[in-house]
């Protein structure tokens, strides 16, 4: 049920949430796992599975990710997903965080790097949604014993939906992917 995207231009959001629900359907995947950077797009899924049974999961850049001690999660989309019940977690990045630093300050690259770069052939959706599994997993928000969909996007937006089987850090490579259910073109 792969679907490629043209490019990252478009907003390919509503696509994403129509490839979600169909592989809904199958009745199999109770988790849905979305990057949310301003809410936008965790606000857009909540709307979309109000009426399935799942539980969103939505996860955001740490504070600080772009400048200063400040969030990137606008106080308006946290409060509509806070109204809906769906968890929004704010965490150091597992494909980064102290690496990342280590890496600006001294240069090279950390092998966990190497990892997130890896994935990134895929498109810098499928490195997100490997990324918010492990962050939502070590964050207890997630079950590591079956399937979840995640969602991740390029920029703004989603645009890659995968059904994985989750693994915490310190399990990284326990963690599958199952399913491509849509990614955009690479570039």
Do not use: W
Not at 69 to 89: F, G, H, M, T
Not at 118 to 135: S, W, Y
């Amino acid at each position: 049920m792969t679907e490629p995207f043209e490019g990252a231009e478009k907003d390919a959001t509503p696509d994403v949430i129509d490839y979600v629900l169909q592989r809904l359907e199958k009745g199999d995947v109770r988790h849905v796992v979305v990057a949310t950077s301003s809410g936008v797009t965790g606000s857009r899924f909540s709307e979309a599975l109000a009426g399935e049974d799942v539980e969103l999961v939505c996860v955001s850049h740490h504070a600080g990710f772009r400048s200063g001690d400040l969030l990137d999660l606008a106080p308006e989309y946290a409060s509509d997903l806070r109204e809906a019940k769906v968890p929004v977690l704010i965490a150091s990045h597992s494909l980064s965080g102290v690496g990342r630093s280590i890496s600006k300050k001294f240069g090279g690259a950390t092998p966990v790097e190497m990892i997130a770069h890896t994935l990134r052939l895929f498109g810098q959706g499928m490195k997100v949604c490997v990324e918010i599994a492990v962050m939502a997993a070590d964050a207890g928000l997630i079950p590591t014993d079956c399937d979840v969909i995640c969602v991740g996007g390029t920029g703004r937006g989603a645009d890659t939906a995968v059904v994985l089987r989750p693994a915490h850090a310190n399990a990284f490579f326990d963690l599958r992917i199952r399913e491509i259910l849509c990614k955009p073109i690479a570039c």
